[in-house]
């Protein structure tokens, strides 16, 4: 049964940093892997797809990759900001369409 | 576009009640899910569908029951309401052949 680990569950950085978060998965024969984002209260809201040949996805500060081999995805969010404030959760996509997700890393920057 | 539409947006259930709960998408998506979320926990899967006419079980499937008469739409029916079922509840749809999936703002049930 594949099952999606992230690692740190919480994190709390000053402004400016850079941060990596990790999400790490047990089936290697990942299909795709998509990073999304949780404001508290909200709905997820997609942040970056990482399809199965590709080996990363870069949007503005955000930059995310994969390694099958190692069965990792690691998000980079360089230079954070306090609007970085959030839940970061990856999903696990399969063949079939089916997503399995992480439970999260908790992120809180301070100005 | 309005992307993934839910209601309501909150409600409070005694043990025992049933209710429906609405998702509807407009990017003409094959696949449309049922998740919920625990405090502290992932998304687990209810139920999902991959089209018109067909249902599947998810991970967490007991209590609930879903239909899918037509692309847009794909209510979660929750019968004999019991406090397991108290959660936030996600919709979500993902074209076909693009894997991105794009989520509704949730429903938060409360079954007291």
């Known amino acids: 049964k594949q099952e999606v680990t992230q690692i740190p569950a919480a994190l709390s950085v000053p402004e400016g940093e850079n941060l990596v978060l990790n999400c790490s998965f047990t089936d290697s024969a990942i299909y795709n892997l998509q990073w999304f984002r949780q404001d508290p209260g909200k709905g997820l809201t997609s942040l970056l797809l990482?399809?199965?040949?590709?080996r990363e996805q870069t949007s503005g500060r955000l930059n995310a990759s994969l390694d099958k081999s190692s069965g990792r995805s690691t998000l980079y969010i360089a230079a954070s900001q306090p609007g970085d404030s959030a839940t970061y959760l990856c999903?696990?996509?399969?063949?079939?369409?089916?997503?399995?997700f992480g439970t999260g890393t908790r992120l809180k920057v301070l100005a | 576009n309005a992307g993934v539409t839910q209601t309501p947006k909150f409600r409070i259930l005694k043990i025992g009640q049933s209710m429906t709960l609405q998702c509807t998408q407009d990017?003409?998506?094959?696949?449309m899910y049922w998740y919920r979320q625990d405090p502290g926990m992932g998304l687990k899967l209810i139920y999902y569908s991959v089209g018109a006419g067909i249902t599947d079980k998810g991970e967490v499937p007991n209590g609930y029951n879903v239909s899918r008469s037509t692309t847009e739409d794909f209510p979660l029916r929750l019968e004999l309401a019991a406090p397991s079922q108290t959660s936030v509840y996600f919709c979500?749809?993902?074209?076909?052949?693009?894997?991105?999936?794009?989520f509704g703002p949730g429903t938060r049930l409360t079954v007291t």
């Open positions: 990017m003409n998506h094959n696949y």
């Open positions: 999903a696990f996509i399969s063949g079939t369409y089916k997503y399995i």
């Open positions: 979500a749809s993902t074209r076909t052949g693009s894997y991105e999936q794009y």
């Open positions: 990482i399809q199965s040949s590709q």
